[in-house]
């Protein structure tokens, strides 16, 4: 995760923290060989096939091998302590979100894509390939059968995420530029873009404060 793991606070919101509880709960299998080994690892851990999965890992990662990942200015402890602040206020409105994102540098974020099962393992093999080769963001993971089912992240039954990675919400160019890629790359249908903060802070469809998470919504041309 791009701001680091959660912090324990004794003051803390119970839904606040059970939603960052649940996150980083997630488990992942992550790449971490040589570019010319992919291509291997992605035949033996295919997110529509669950006979590799026997530990029920929720999801399978590629980092992109030109970039530094590391994430140290970032603050998730500050960034807790004001959103339960903001809880108590009782005015949680979207702008405040962005605010503390910004102020305490946890602006990591993902284009989210929803693939069915039938086409999932194809539209990964992709993005995982251009992520590694470092022509999308920092990196990109997708659900495995068993995270598609199991994760509050899913879009119906058999149906995967592909989340791509951006450093930054607030980096409009480099959002757009990796969204024109994914299309040159035959990724079509509906794509949002959602700051991480929102998933840390619970921020999901139907959510108590009516806020929409995603901020960028790309529609195929038609």
Same mark, same amino acid.
């Given at each position: 995760?791009? *701001?680091?793991?959660?912090? #324990?606070?004794?003051?803390?919101?119970?839904? =606040?923290?059970? #939603?960052?509880?649940?996150? !980083? /709960?997630?488990?992942?299998?992550?790449?971490?060989?040589?570019?010319?080994?992919?291509?291997?690892?992605?035949?033996?851990?295919?997110?529509?096939?669950?006979?590799?999965?026997?530990? @029920?890992?929720?999801? +399978? *990662?590629?980092? @992109?091998?030109?970039?530094?990942?590391?994430? #140290?200015?970032?603050?998730?402890?500050?960034?807790?302590?004001?959103?339960?602040?903001? =809880?108590? $206020?009782?005015?949680?409105?979207? /702008?405040? &979100? &962005?605010?503390?994102?910004?102020?305490?540098? *946890?602006?990591?974020?993902?284009?989210?894509?929803?693939?069915?099962?039938?086409? %999932?393992?194809?539209?990964?093999?992709?993005?995982?390939?251009?992520?590694?080769?470092?022509? =999308?963001? !920092?990196?990109?993971?997708?659900?495995?059968?068993?995270?598609?089912?199991?994760?509050?992240?899913?879009? #119906?039954?058999?149906?995967?995420?592909? $989340?791509?990675?951006?450093?930054?919400?607030?980096?409009?160019?480099?959002?757009?530029?990796?969204?024109?890629?994914?299309?040159?790359?035959? %990724?079509?249908?509906?794509? /949002?873009? /959602?700051?991480? +903060?929102?998933?840390?802070?619970?921020?999901?469809?139907?959510?108590?404060?009516? %806020?929409?998470?995603? %901020? !960028?919504?790309?529609?195929?041309?038609?």
């Amino acid at each position: 995760m791009a *701001c680091g793991g959660p912090t #324990g606070n004794s003051e803390g919101n119970r839904d =606040l923290d059970k #939603g960052l509880e649940a996150e !980083y /709960k997630e488990t992942y299998t992550r790449f971490e060989g040589k570019p010319e080994e992919l291509e291997k690892f992605l035949d033996e851990h295919k997110p529509s096939d669950p006979a590799w999965n026997t530990e @029920n890992t929720d999801w +399978i *990662c590629v980092d @992109n091998s030109l970039e530094d990942l590391d994430r #140290g200015e970032s603050d998730l402890e500050k960034a807790v302590e004001m959103w339960i602040d903001l =809880l108590r $206020s009782g005015k949680v409105v979207p /702008k405040r &979100i &962005i605010e503390i994102a910004l102020d305490t540098k *946890c602006t990591s974020g993902e284009w989210m894509i929803f693939r069915h099962r039938r086409e %999932i393992d194809e539209d990964w093999k992709k993005i995982a390939e251009a992520t590694v080769a470092g022509k =999308l963001g !920092y990196s990109a993971n997708v659900a495995t059968a068993y995270g598609s089912v199991n994760s509050k992240r899913s879009n #119906g039954i058999g149906t995967h995420l592909i $989340s791509v990675h951006t450093k930054s919400f607030a980096d409009e160019d480099d959002v757009w530029r990796i969204e024109k890629e994914l299309r040159s790359m035959g %990724i079509d249908g509906t794509l /949002k873009y /959602k700051p991480d +903060i929102h998933t840390w802070f619970d921020i999901y469809v139907g959510n108590e404060f009516n %806020i929409r998470p995603s %901020i !960028y919504i790309s529609q195929p041309k038609k």
